[in-house]
């Protein structure tokens, strides 16, 4: 399977974006799909992610309440839904894909796609 993140632009503090991570066909195999962020001179961090196999969602920290991640299995799509943005969100914003339940770490996850740029101005 792969996967295609969009969504990304340039909008101001206090702004909302929906990325989507769109997968080429649907997999019985993936268990988590996640989405990571990097930032410049920063190291790959995990934002949030949906674990098919108990429909639970998990959050950074930072992101919860503003973020909120969501489904829709018709179009094998995961959406990000960001709210009240701020100039740390400033990232490049990844979808990956795990076999395993639970899956925090960027080494969990076999299947990645390519990022979307999301940019917060002050």
């Known amino acids: 399977v792969q996967l295609q993140a969009s969504g990304g632009g340039l909008v101001q503090t206090g702004d909302s974006l929906r990325l989507t991570c769109t997968a080429s066909?649907?997999?019985?195999?993936?268990?988590?799909l996640g989405w990571f962020r990097q930032a410049p001179g920063r190291e790959r961090e995990f934002v949030a992610s949906?674990?098919?196999?108990?429909?639970?969602?998990h959050y950074l920290d930072s992101v919860k309440g503003r973020f909120t991640i969501s489904r829709n299995d018709a179009k094998n799509k995961i959406y990000l839904q960001m709210n009240s943005l701020t100039p740390e969100d400033t990232a490049v914003y990844s979808c990956?894909?795990?076999?395993?339940?639970?899956?925090?770490?960027?080494?969990?996850?076999?299947?990645w796609g390519q990022g979307t740029l999301v940019t917060v101005s002050s």
């Open positions: 066909r649907r997999s019985f195999v993936t268990r988590t």
């Open positions: 949906f674990d098919f196999g108990d429909d639970s969602s």
């Open positions: 990956a894909g795990s076999p395993r339940g639970g899956a925090r770490t960027p080494s969990d996850f076999p299947t």
